[in-house]
T-cell receptor, first 110, second 113 residues
Framework: GESVGLHLPTLSVQEGDNSIINCAYS??????FIWYKQESGKGPQFIID?????DKRQGQRVTVLLNKTVKHLSLQIAATQPGDSAVYFC?????????FGGGTRLMVKP | EAGVVQSPRYKIIEKKQPVAFWCNPI?????LYWYLQNLGQGPELLIR????????DSQLPKDRFSAERLKGVDSTLKIQPAELGDSAVYLC???????????FGPGTRLTVL
């Protein structure tokens, strides 16, 4: 069936380095993609989104790239900080329904 | 602005017992969602409300799960009877409308013994 998934379950980076979290999706009908950050004991928190008619969107320290040809989504975090440690989920929206991937844990080493 | 409020934050019950979770969405948000999140996995939609109407409940196990949003604001999710496999985090989210950004509450962590 259609699914959203992540390549790496855990990513460990040095503080100050850039982080890249990847996600593959399979539902070509999805028109909107979102990255969420979830810290322990909290609900998912919106980070950044991108519509399917775009291939790049930048926020504060974060950039989302969308490659519709290979159905790939990535989240880039610049100058990763300890506060970025969390689980990151990509999600796709189709027909007002959000489908989440399995999550990647980002660990930031001091 | 207050966020989505959920209670209780934690609940431990024995199997076959009933349990209920409560959610108060962000003021003015017409759309309310209940999600189930298993450990290490992304949230999975159980039910979506537009005001007081359940518009998508296809993933809700209706033999034991029920939900209501009587006045189109607060919502309650109930499980009766609970099973061991129901142990998970139950998340509530709200948005201004379907397709708008969803804001999540902290969730209720349910442990069924």
């Amino acid at each position: 069936g259609e699914s959203v998934g992540l390549h790496l379950p855990t990513l460990s980076v040095q503080e100050g380095d850039n982080s890249i979290i990847n996600c593959a999706y399979s539902n070509s009908a999805s028109d909107y993609f979102i990255w969420y950050k979830q810290e322990s004991g909290k609900g998912p928190q919106f980070i950044i989104d991108i519509r399917s008619n775009m291939d790049k969107r930048q926020g504060q320290r974060v950039t989302v790239l969308l490659n519709k040809t290979v159905k790939h989504l990535s989240l880039q975090i610049a100058a990763t900080q300890p506060g970025d440690s969390a689980v990151y989920f990509c999600a796709e929206n189709a027909g007002n329904m959000l489908t989440f991937g399995g999550g990647t844990r980002l660990m930031v080493k001091p | 602005e207050a966020g989505v409020v959920q209670s209780p934050r934690y609940k431990i019950i024995e199997k076959k017992q009933p349990v209920a979770f409560w959610c108060n969405p962000i003021s003015g948000h017409n759309t309310l969602y209940w999600y189930l999140q298993n450990l290490g996995q992304g949230p999975e939609l159980l039910i979506r409300y537009e005001n007081e109407e359940a518009v998508d409940d296809s993933q809700l196990p209706k033999d034991r799960f029920s939900a209501e949003r009587l006045k189109g604001v607060d919502s309650t999710l109930k499980i009766q009877p609970a099973e061991l496999g129901d142990s998970a985090v139950y998340l509530c989210a709200s948005s201004r409308g379907g397709g708008s950004e969803q804001f999540f509450g902290p969730g209720t962590r349910l442990t069924v013994l």
